[in-house]
T-cell receptor, first 113, second 113 residues
Framework: EAGVTQSPTHLIKTRGQQATLRCSPI?????VYWYQQALGLGLQFLLW???????NRGNFPPRFSGRQFPNYSSELNVNALELEDSALYLC????????????FGSGTRLTVV | KQEVTQIPAALSVPEGENLVLNCSFT??????LQWFRQDPGKGLTSLLL?????REQTSGRLNASLDKSSGRSTLYIAASQPGDSATYLC????????????FGSGTRLQVQP
């Protein structure tokens, strides 16, 4: 069974540009989550998507946004990139309820120069 | 606001030792607690999930316990091996309606051959 897959593995962008990160959940999982792991800040919750809707957002500005497609895959968009957006972005998925826990992907390393 | 603390921040042990990693959380009304492993620059691998009604979970050489009343969880690793070297993270989910995990900052484990 394929796990949570993320693309691209690495992404280098210039300050002010937009970045798009993609995630495919485990088959059967309907919820997708995004986390940011910046150096020195630990893992922080970004967004939760379920059934195509944004259900919860962490303490991040509106330039972090995303969407979930009918096949439950998701993309995270970061607009007007800032240097401090450089981080490992992790996607996770779960069944309809988080009762059985969360499965994470390998992440996308975003570097803003 | 839930805060999660992991002690120690780093640990170096010789191969074969049994060891205990600690995780404490400030809000005891958790929904579940999950232990993860992260190799450098990689995503998260789920190790054990303990739901709020459970006291412990075991998988191979790993055993995790949960004491909600004291706000503590421990991860016990038996007969450590060099391949266990990684950062171990605990994460708690407080409100399943929000699905946001709060992570500790991790314990970086080095097992010396």
């Amino acid at each position: 069974e394929a796990g949570v897959t993320q693309s691209p593995t690495h992404l280098i962008k210039t300050r002010g540009q937009q970045a798009t990160l993609r995630c495919s959940p485990i088959s059967g999982h309907t919820s997708v989550y995004w986390y940011q792991q910046a150096l020195g800040l630990g893992l922080q919750f970004l967004l939760w998507y379920d059934e195509g809707e944004e259900r919860n957002r962490g303490n991040f500005p509106p330039r972090f946004s995303g969407r979930q497609f009918p096949n439950y895959s998701s993309e995270l968009n970061v607009n007007a990139l800032e240097l401090e957006d450089s981080a490992l972005y992790l996607c996770a998925s779960s069944l309809e309820s988080g009762y059985y826990g969360y499965t994470f992907g390998s992440g996308t390393r975003l570097t803003v120069v | 606001k839930q805060e999660v603390t992991q002690i120690p921040a780093a640990l170096s042990v010789p191969e074969g030792e049994n060891l205990v990693l600690n995780c404490s959380f400030t809000d005891s009304a958790i929904y579940n607690l999950q232990w993860f492993r992260q190799d450098p620059g990689k995503g998260l691998t789920s190790l054990l999930l303990i739901q709020s009604s459970q006291r412990e979970q075991t998988s191979g050489r790993l055993n995790a316990s949960l004491d909600k009343s004291s706000g503590r969880s421990t991860l016990y690793i038996a007969a450590s091996q060099p391949g266990d070297s990684a950062t171990y993270l605990c994460a708690v989910e407080v409100d399943t309606g929000r699905r946001a995990l709060t992570f500790g900052s991790g314990t970086r484990l080095q097992v010396q051959p």
